[in-house]
């Protein structure tokens, strides 16, 4: 079956400080995966998507992710965290079943401290 | 923010009621799909439209049914509320020639009581 894992309920990190968000998927054939994140109340925001091409993946607000291949991983990235980027943190995968469903994980909270 | 909107951003409900969720996608955007987000999960997707039908549906029931309208809005609606419905209900749109990228609503929040 085809599965999204994000293995931290929460990342704590300071301002300033790189941030990584982990995420690892289980898919038969080529991924199609994304991240979005989520602000109390709100919907869903598209960040960043990977298809195919390069492995590193640059999305909205200096956010970006590296996909790999051989540990079917998927991490968010940022150089340097902002209090704002306070929220929660979803990986996604397409189901290859043939149309457009995303199978989600259970989501990450990210904390950015002052 | 998308171009996606939803009605109502919060509903209370009896159980055995029915509900109607109402969505209207980004401008130019002909595929809808409805996810269900209960409460410390990630969203489960519910089903799909694509040009008014549905082509796509994920591990609901019958009771849970959907339109979509020549305008590419659509609704869901959900027969014989159970308290499990409660949720938030996700609405989002895409573009034919980049199906994959989906954009999101703000949502419905519903509390069956």
């Known amino acids: 079956a085809q599965s999204v894992a994000q293995p931290e309920d929460q990342v704590n990190v300071a301002e300033g400080n790189p941030l990584t968000v982990k995420c690892t998927y289980s898919v038969s054939g080529n991924p199609y995966l994304f991240w979005y994140v989520q602000y109390p109340n709100r919907g869903l925001q598209f960040l960043l998507k990977y ?14 992710a590296e996909f790999n291949k051989s540990q079917t991983s998927f991490h968010l990235k940022k150089p340097s965290a902002l209090v704002s980027d306070s929220a929660l943190y979803f990986c996604a995968v397409r189901d290859n079943g043939g149309y457009n469903k995303l199978i989600f994980g259970a989501g990450t909270r990210l904390a950015v401290h002052p | ?52 039908e549905e082509n796509g ?50 949502g419905t929040r519903l509390l069956v009581l």
């Open chain 1, 51 to 64: 298809i195919t091409g390069d492995n590193l993946v640059k999305g909205s607000y200096g956010f970006e």
């Open chain 2, 1 to 52: 923010e998308t171009g996606v909107t939803q009605s109502p951003t919060h509903l209370i409900k009896t159980r055995g009621q029915q509900v109607t969720l109402r969505c209207s996608s980004q401008s130019g955007h002909n595929t809808v799909s409805w996810y269900q987000q209960a409460l410390g999960q990630g969203p489960q997707f519910i089903f799909q439209y694509y040009r008014e």
């Open chain 2, 57 to 106: 549906r994920g591990n609901f029931p019958p009771r849970f049914s959907g339109l979509q309208f020549p305008n590419y809005s659509s609704e869901l609606n959900v027969n014989a509320l159970e308290l499990d419905d409660s949720a938030l209900y996700l609405c989002a749109s895409s573009l034919e020639s980049s199906v994959e990228t989906q954009y999101f609503g703000p």
